[in-house]
Structure formats: structure tokens, C-alpha cells
């Protein structure tokens, strides 16, 4: 499939492979957000989804009601004990009734307990990990981050299976070959500094086949991972130098800042998240997201969920 070059492109593409291959089924845990409905209506009128929504039926069909959508086109399933919901939720996922298990108004910790769920949730034997991709006016694509919400201070076996993750969601967006920079202070290996090292042992993992479908190098430094001049002038002659389309970050607060920053400082950046790596595609969106981040994050589950399927 051809590239995405940016988040408005990748909503037209999930559409046209739905369109080929069939809709994607959300089960929303506790989904009892009128802003919330309103993204997955536009998504379910775009053709990409169908719902199942969990939670306390009279504000689920209130919420529906307020998004200016008709109750006839949801799956509504009662329970209204918040703890419950995620497990409510992802056992339609692991039972194979829906497809991509998404966040709604409960917390954090009861939704990743869901995902997390030895019998009903959605372990895949390897590591968890979160993506977040951006699309920056002036970058001629879409920037993957990772991990920068998930995995707090991962040993170089899990940083393999973060950036495998990644990989492979970039692929699902029709990048063929991702060009990843292990992103660094410095754009050398230094003993006294743990990341560049575990940047060594990525890249020599890629060589070998370890890590596969992607080309990897570092430690680079952000600069000269995402422009070309700055990597001339240091004379770092690499593929990914200046090219990058994943920055894999040596723990959460340099992605955390970087992410942010990101959306922060770049008005007229658009960003999107997913948990990516387990059984099936998770959508983690914070309660304070804006409608269009979600419809995007719905839009890059569904892009994931037909590349796994």
C-alpha cells in the first residue's frame, strides 16, 4: 500500500481498506463521553468502524444522544461497576467479537488491568508498548515515537520488542522499510552513558536479523536524525541520518517531552496514540484529548488491525 504521509491521509486510507476488507469493531470500555461518541460516530460514518459500548446504559445512550447519534447503530452492554468495564470490554476482544479495545471515561489503571487480564485480556507473550505518530507541518511524513507513555525504563531485550512493535505499526502504515534513529545526546557510543550503548546493540540486533523489516542507527541525536544538513555538517553518513521515520527514545521522559513538545510548540502538528504489541490494537486516549486526535487514533487501530489480520 502506499505510504501515509500525514494523519488526514491516513483517515482517507483506513477508509479505502475498510472499504475493500470490511469494517473493525471497538468495544469501549465505560463509554460515557459525548466527545468520545462524537469521534467514533464520524469514524462509523467514514465506514471504518462499528462500536460495542460498555458501560452504565442510561449515560451511554445520554451521551449518544448529545453526539447527535441514533442508539440503533451500537452495541450498548451494560455494567456500571467501573472496575469491571475493561474486562467487560476487552473479553469482547479476546472472544473474538471485536476487534480493538478502547478507552473511555474510566481510569487508566482499570483499563490497562483489562488489557492486562491473564484470562480475558490481551497478552502476546512479549513487550507492551505505546506509539505515539505525528504529523508535523514541513516533515514530508509521519514521525513515529517511541515509547513514551508505557514503558518506563526498558532493558535492551525490551527495547527490541518496542521498536519491533513499532516497526511493524509504521509497516501497517505503509512505510515498507522504517528508518529508525535511536535517538541519544551524543552521536557516538560513550561507556559512562548507558543509552548509547543499548543504540549499539539495536543496531547490531537489526544487522543480524534480529530486528527485522527496517534499517537502524545510532545513537543519534535528534538533530541528526530528522535533518539531512545537520547530519552532513557532523559527517555522519548513514540512511537514517536526516531521514528518520521512528524516534526510539532511551526511556519515557525524553519521549514524554519530545511527544508533547511536539504537540505543544507545533500548532498545527496533529498527534495520535496506540498501544501496540499486544493480541490486538488498544486505543489509550486521554479523557482530554480533542475529537480528531481520537477519530485518528481510531483510524490508526483499524490500519493495525487489518495488517495483523
Not at 468495544?27 to 467514514?46: H, N, P, W, Y
Not at 452504565?56 to 447527535?68: K, L, M, T
Not at 506509539?131 to 507513555?149: E, M
Request: aromatic share 4%; net charge neutral.
Amino acid at each position: 500500500m502506499e505510504q501515509i504521509r500525514s494523519l488526514s491521509q491516513l483517515i482517507e486510507g483506513a477508509k479505502k481498506l475498510c472499504a475493500e476488507k470490511g469494517k473493525k469493531r471497538l468495544s469501549v470500555a465505560m463509554a460515557e463521553d459525548a466527545g468520545l461518541i462524537a469521534a467514533i460516530e464520524e469514524a462509523r460514518k467514514a465506514g471504518m468502524v462499528e462500536a460495542t459500548l460498555v458501560g452504565n446504559p442510561d449515560r451511554v445512550r445520554a451521551c449518544i444522544q448529545e453526539a447527535g447519534a441514533s442508539e440503533k447503530d451500537y452495541n450498548v452492554i451494560e455494567e456500571r461497576n467501573e472496575a469491571k468495564c475493561g474486562i467487560v470490554a476487552v473479553t469482547e476482544v479476546s472472544a473474538k467479537r471485536a476487534d480493538i479495545y478502547m478507552k473511555g471515561q474510566l481510569h487508566t489503571d482499570h483499563f490497562l488491568r483489562g488489557m492486562l487480564n491473564k484470562e480475558v485480556g490481551l497478552r502476546s507473550g512479549k513487550t507492551i508498548s505505546h506509539c505515539y505518530f505525528h504529523h508535523i507541518p514541513g516533515y514530508d511524513r509521519v514521525l513515529f515515537i517511541a515509547d513514551a507513555a508505557f514503558n518506563m525504563y526498558p532493558d535492551v531485550k525490551q527495547k527490541a520488542d518496542i521498536l519491533q512493535n513499532t516497526v511493524n505499526f509504521a509497516r501497517a502504515l505503509g512505510v515498507e522499510c522504517p528508518k529508525v534513529a535511536c535517538l541519544a545526546a551524543v552521536e557516538v557510543v560513550n561507556p559512562d552513558m548507558p543509552c548509547t550503548l543499548d543504540a549499539c546493540a539495536l543496531v547490531q540486533m537489526n544487522q543480524r536479523g534480529q530486528i527485522r523489516n527496517c534499517i537502524v542507527d545510532g545513537p543519534l541525536a535528534l538533530d541528526n536524525a530528522i535533518n539531512e544538513e545537520a547530519a552532513k555538517i557532523k559527517k555522519i553518513n548513514s540512511p537514517v541520518a536526516g531521514h528518520a521515520d521512528i524516534l526510539f527514545v532511551p526511556q519515557i521522559e525524553v519521549g514524554n517531552v519530545l511527544a508533547k513538545s511536539i504537540t505543544y510548540f507545533s500548532r498545527d502538528s496533529e498527534t495520535a496514540g496506540l498501544i501496540i504489541g499486544a493480541a490486538a490494537p488498544v486505543i489509550l486516549t486521554s479523557r482530554a484529548d480533542p475529537m480528531r486526535a481520537k477519530l485518528l487514533s481510531i483510524a490508526g487501530a483499524v490500519m493495525m488491525a487489518h495488517h495483523k489480520g
